[in-house]
């Protein structure tokens, strides 16, 4: 797999992956006079072409990022306690698992639903993104304090996760209330001005929500060192064929596989170095 013994690395290109996104498709934006320079939505600077074509692309392969980054997650909590029987963890690995591709498939409808064409469908990407995102660090930290043995975490991190989860809510509902109070002065505005009525409830809105994606990137680059302590193999493609005159080849082959009893295709086989030397409590 790639990157399979250096999971790690994938944190760190996402968290320089993602504000340079934005920042692309902002600096076009702005350089286009679509948008003002002061604090835009961060959709504002992907809603019309050329920008929203890129900011569409972008936010495609952001939205691969982050469901990687789940499905890693997803796995090596997997690995660590299901052969501990921790079945409460497994349970709510599963329920953040689910809620994280959510995440990232609000990311995407947010890119390629823009909200000057498709307003209804671009809100609720972005509470996708921004609203389950939230909920998907707020498990994942509740689940961290039940894992401290789990190989690379630290009080210092699980603290980190809290403080990140704390500033998200209080900058989520700052976004929701300035940007209600902001539309019901001025409505919808791509340029706003200084003198433009709701133009403070604005910039709070604006700067909460890139606060929000920032969190929201850091939060990724918490699991660092974890996954440093984390690698997935490849996964073994093993031909399951009845035997049939004229297959002699693959006859052997199958039957050499039957022989070791594998006989079906193996999934990703995940492995915690230093594992072997006993189970995790």
């Known amino acids: 797999m790639i990157l399979g013994d250096k999971l790690h690395v994938v944190t760190v290109i ?36 050329p920008e929203s074509c890129i900011f569409g692309q972008l936010l495609n392969i952001g939205a691969l990022l982050a469901a990687w980054l789940v499905y890693i997650r997803y796995k090596q909590i997997q690995t660590a306690y299901l052969p501990v029987n921790r079945q409460g963890l497994l349970r709510a690995n599963t329920v ?50 039940k894992m401290a043995e789990l190989p690379g975490s630290t009080p210092f991190i699980i603290k980190i996760r809290v403080l990140l989860c704390v500033l ?58 974890e996954f440093h302590k984390f690698r997935m193999t490849s996964p073994q493609v093993v031909f399951d064929i009845k035997p049939e005159v004229g297959n002699n080849h693959l006859n052997s082959q199958n039957n050499s596989a039957r022989t070791t009893g594998t006989e079906f295709v193996v999934p990703n086989n995940v492995h915690i170095p230093g594992s072997d030397e006993g189970s995790l409590p």
């Open 168 to 225: 998200d809510t209080i900058c989520f509902i700052l976004m929701i209330t300035a940007t209600y109070v902001a539309s019901l002065k001025q409505g919808m505005n791509l340029n706003w001005k200084p003198h433009h009525p709701g133009y403070a409830e604005h910039l709070v809105a604006t700067i909460s929500e890139w606060l929000i994606a920032i969190f929201i990137v850091l939060y990724f680059v918490t699991f660092y060192k």
């Open 96 to 145: 953040a698992f689910i809620l994280g591709l959510i995440t990232a498939a609000g990311v995407s409808i947010v890119g390629n639903f823009q909200e000057t064409n498709v307003m209804v469908v671009h809100i609720i990407g972005a509470f996708m993104a921004f609203g389950i995102g939230a909920l998907y660090c707020f498990i994942q930290t509740g689940m961290s304090f």
């Open 14 to 49: 996402t968290a320089v992956y993602v504000p340079v996104s934005f920042l692309i498709t902002y600096a076009i934006a702005v350089s286009n006079g679509h948008v003002e320079a002061g604090f835009p939505y961060i959709s504002d600077t992907g809603t019309l072409p």
